[in-house]
């Protein structure tokens, strides 16, 4: 337990809760491996679980009509990935696939919300947490924008 504690701990979405807090998180992990190339889910695929990697890594890509796959990242242990899925209910947006052997904790969004449904002040620091983190990539995207665009005019 201590070990999924200490994963959770310093991610974004949990890093302001409390040790109590944190550990009525961790009871809501599941451990799953996957082997290297396996999916762990697909690009349109219901997004019911979100993923935290404990070992090995995780390539995130899309498939692009003409040109193939695409990676957009490779994430690492203590990575946080297809939490979107979770709270906004909509389909995955890319494909995860397993880069080398991978081993995750995740979490199902039905049990994440029956948490938050009965714990209103772990509900909070979560929906505070997610703020935070959407403001973050927002900012990230402008400035992606804005170069990107700065770019085009040459």
């Not at 996957?34 to 999916?39: L, Q, R, V």
């Not at 796959?69 to 297809?82: H, I, P, T, W």
């Not at 397993?98 to 209103?120: A, K």
């Amino acid at each position: 337990m201590s070990a999924t504690l200490d994963l959770l701990r310093p991610l974004p979405l949990f890093n302001a809760l409390t040790s109590e807090d944190l550990g009525k998180i961790a009871e809501l992990c599941e451990s799953k491996s996957f082997e290297s190339g396996e999916y762990i889910f697909r690009e349109g695929e219901p997004g019911n679980r979100l993923f935290i990697i404990v070992d090995g890594g995780v390539r995130i890509s899309r498939q692009i009509p003409g040109a193939g796959e695409e990676a957009l990242a490779v994430l690492k242990r203590g990575a946080m990935f297809g939490e979107m899925g979770v709270f906004d209910r909509s389909e995955r947006s890319t494909d995860a696939i397993s880069h080398g052997g991978t081993t995750v904790l995740t979490i199902s969004r039905s049990e994440f919300e029956m948490l938050l449904e009965f714990n209103r002040d772990l509900a909070y620091k979560v929906l505070w947490a997610v703020v935070r983190m959407l403001s973050g990539r927002l900012r990230s995207t402008n400035d992606s924008l804005r170069s990107f665009l700065a770019l085009s005019m040459f």
